[in-house]
């Protein structure tokens, strides 16, 4: 069986020259061009498992053969060398479709990683693995917007190129980055998911990259940060709009130079991660109100990914209430009674397939022999036809109303007269305040990443202002 064959472009020899060895010590097969032309005429002659190519060439641009592999040699990756300190150059070679890139001077181990990585995307004993990913997709659903989703992913996952994934809460971004994760070179190593809203500022540092012992106090162990944690698999970077700036530079840094320092060390280690990000913000918009670092963005936002709202896949909830009630009530454990479904298509789910799930489970609770009717869904101003699927209580006369008892009734601050004004602002603000957080944290079940999406807030925020005003989750 002869080796895989690799086909470098560059026009310094004493490089090439290096790189050819180090392939050939690899066990690979090198063809050698050092221009475009040469290049594209040995492309037309035979195939290859990995094309590794300058960006600059006496006669044209690596950027040409990149964009040219994309679009004719869709099974061959290409990978980009790029010289000191040009990220910028890197980004624009992966939007235009590059596997990956190395940084001049070139670095053998990270070489040799790079390679490693692209010949298992050439390697057909690959493809039944990929399409047996596809079979047991996390993602579940048949319409036009999910095949495409997944037929996206697919392609994405032969890349190493850094993903945004944009989408509401409650839209599947987590299980996105997995499925991402699960088909590309990377599936046998780590795959670690980082809230970046619910890590304290003062923590973030040491969080991320690791400490070395005696650090500071407290640091009795040296410890590994999310970096090293993930090392040759993937980063996932979750509500990354609610990094705080200064936590924003040292991450750009650790994404363009793909190394990290230890809190209290005085070396760099090199890391292997590719990083996915997901927010439910307009990061776009971040940039322009100065809370997003315009560079940090356009290292992270190399290639888009978006995820469909749950109300603009309704053809799918039959298959998702299916998976999640077989999920609660294990395999004919429960059922939905007639209309149901129909009720379910009428909400508009602002908190997607996770808000189904909460909608089920409560259901659930409330349902005879396991069989969930239309009640038992308390849906908020959903319609079936014209009448209201939540069943409304009886009406009392003010005379027996019951004195408030619950702390959202509490909460809510007496209303004012007209021109009246109160007698302490500081204390009526907190109880509007108080009553407004309330009210979002009931609709929606105390999930404060929901809540604080309801408020325009962070959860960061959320949690502060809840602490503040001693709101606490009820007990279940």
Excluded: W
């Amino acid at each position: 069986m002869s080796s895989p064959r690799i086909l470098v472009v560059d026009d310094e020899p004493d490089l090439r020259e290096l790189l050819e060895i180090t392939l050939l010590k690899m066990g690979l097969d090198v063809d050698s061009a050092a221009t475009v032309r040469e290049a594209r005429a040995l492309l037309g002659q035979k195939p290859f498992a990995l094309v590794l190519t300058d960006m600059r060439l006496p006669d044209g641009l690596g950027l040409e053969l990149v964009r040219e592999v994309a679009a004719h040699h869709k099974c061959t990756p290409i990978a980009v060398i790029t010289a000191y300190g040009s990220a910028e150059n890197a980004v624009v070679a992966l939007k235009a479709g590059a596997f990956d890139y190395v940084s001049k001077p070139v670095v053998l181990d990270d070489l040799r990683a790079m390679v490693r990585a692209a010949l298992k995307l050439s390697d057909p004993a690959a493809a039944p693995a990929a399409s047996q990913a596809e079979g047991t997709s996390r993602l579940i659903g048949q319409s036009s917007a999910m095949q495409a989703l997944r037929a996206q992913i697919a392609r994405l996952a032969r890349s190493q190129a850094p993903i945004a994934i944009n989408g509401e809460s409650g839209s599947g971004k987590e299980l996105a980055a997995r499925e991402i994760h699960a088909q590309s070179a990377r599936a046998g190593k780590p795959f670690v998911a980082v809230n970046c809203g619910a890590i304290p500022e003062a923590l973030m540092e040491a969080e991320f990259f690791g400490y070395r012992k005696g650090a500071f106090t407290g640091a009795n162990d040296e410890r590994d940060g999310f970096f090293q944690a993930a090392n040759g698999g993937t980063l996932m970077l979750d509500e990354v709009a609610d990094l705080p700036l200064a936590m924003q530079v040292k991450l750009l840094r650790a994404i363009q130079e793909r190394r990290v320092r230890k809190i209290g060390a005085t070396v760099e280690e090199p890391v292997d991660v590719r990083i996915i990000s997901a927010t439910h913000k307009d990061l776009a918009r971040c940039v322009e109100n100065g809370s997003f670092r315009q560079d940090l963005f356009y290292r992270l936002n190399v290639i888009e990914l978006t995820l469909p709202p749950l109300r603009e896949r309704l053809d799918d909830l039959p298959l998702l209430v299916d998976a999640i009630l077989v999920r609660l009530a294990g395999p004919g454990g429960a059922r939905l009674g007639p209309g149901v479904l129909d009720a379910l298509r009428g909400y508009a789910f602002p908190g997607n397939v996770r808000e189904l799930e909460n909608v089920l489970e409560r259901a659930l609770a409330f349902a005879d022999d396991g069989v969930i009717e239309v009640g038992d869904l308390l849906l908020k101003g959903a319609k079936l036809g014209d009448a209201a699927v939540v069943p409304q209580p009886p009406q009392m006369p003010a005379s027996a109303a019951p004195e408030p008892t619950s702390e959202l009734e509490r909460a809510a601050p007496p209303p004012l007269a007209h021109d009246a004004l109160p007698s302490n602002l500081p204390d009526y603000l907190s109880q509007v305040e108080r009553d407004i957080i309330l009210r979002a944290l009931n609709q929606t079940q105390f999930n404060r990443t929901q809540a604080a999406s309801l408020l325009g807030i962070s959860v960061r925020q959320l949690r502060y202002q809840m602490q503040k005003l001693d709101i606490h989750a009820p007990e279940p």
